[in-house]
């Protein structure tokens, strides 16, 4: 069954530094390039970062650029998400997902249930 | 950047009616449109890709059109299961992926 299922999210403080992960199952991990979208409460999509499949690229949205770190283990099939100097509007639901095919610009065809993150004081 | 803006923010239907959506981008993202529906608490579901394509498992009357800048989302025959959160997204142009703010389908 395919599954991507994320963990570590949690209340932090601003300022704070937090990790994400996100457990594949039932498809060739490695073969696909992996996304973090989060969503604000109440508010609409945004994406957050982008690895490929054999790491050789990153990027990241211009919001959080220089503070987060996207990585991935493909012998562990786990995909991660390194966030530091949160502020508060980085609390949001975060979401990993996949690329539908290994392309420059792809929909994404796999979720997560997500995970939600609070930064507060 | 390119900007995705949907239209309506909310659309008011009953069950069986023809639901039809609008996305807009800032700039031609060609075919390279997506949406997706969003049911509370739950993570997005890839419906159509390269604007017009169901994805695997989709219902029929689920189908999409446009290309450049102007995209529909038509939903047939509503049903209840329908009534949810819908997105386009572009990827044509990045980073960044971009996501319209959402059309709420309410009943």
């Known amino acids: 069954q395919l599954k991507l299922v994320e963990s570590g999210g949690g209340v932090v403080q601003p300022g704070g530094s937090l990790r994400l992960s996100c457990a594949a199952s039932?498809?060739?991990?490695?073969?696909?390039?992996m996304q973090w979208v989060r969503q604000a409460p109440g508010r609409g999509l945004e994406w957050v970062a982008f690895?490929?499949?054999?790491?050789?690229?990153?990027f990241y949205a211009d919001s959080v650029k220089g503070r987060f770190t996207i990585f991935r283990d493909n012998s562990r099939k786990t995909l991660s998400l390194q966030m530091n100097s949160l502020t508060p509007e980085d609390t949001a639901v975060y979401f990993c997902?996949?690329?539908?095919?290994?392309?420059?610009?792809?929909?994404?065809?796999?979720w997560g249930p997500g995970t939600l993150v609070t930064v507060s004081s | 950047e390119i900007v995705m803006t949907q239209s309506p923010a909310t659309l008011s239907v009953s069950p069986g009616d023809r639901a039809t959506l609008s996305c807009r981008a800032s700039e031609s993202v060609n075919n390279n449109l997506a949406w997706y529906q969003q049911k509370p608490g739950q993570a997005p579901r890839l419906l159509i890709y390269?604007?017009?394509v169901r994805a695997t498992g989709i219902p029929a009357r689920f189908s999409g059109s446009g290309s450049g800048t102007e995209f529909t989302l038509t939903i047939s025959s509503l049903q209840s299961e329908d009534f949810a959160f819908y997105y386009c997204q572009q990827y044509s142009y990045w980073p960044p992926y971009t996501f319209g703010q959402g059309t709420k389908l309410d009943i």
């Open positions: 997902a996949r690329d539908f095919i290994s392309a420059a610009g792809t929909p994404f065809d796999l």
């Open positions: 039932g498809f060739p991990f490695s073969t696909f390039g």
């Open positions: 390269a604007a017009s």
């Open positions: 690895i490929r499949y054999d790491k050789s690229s990153e």
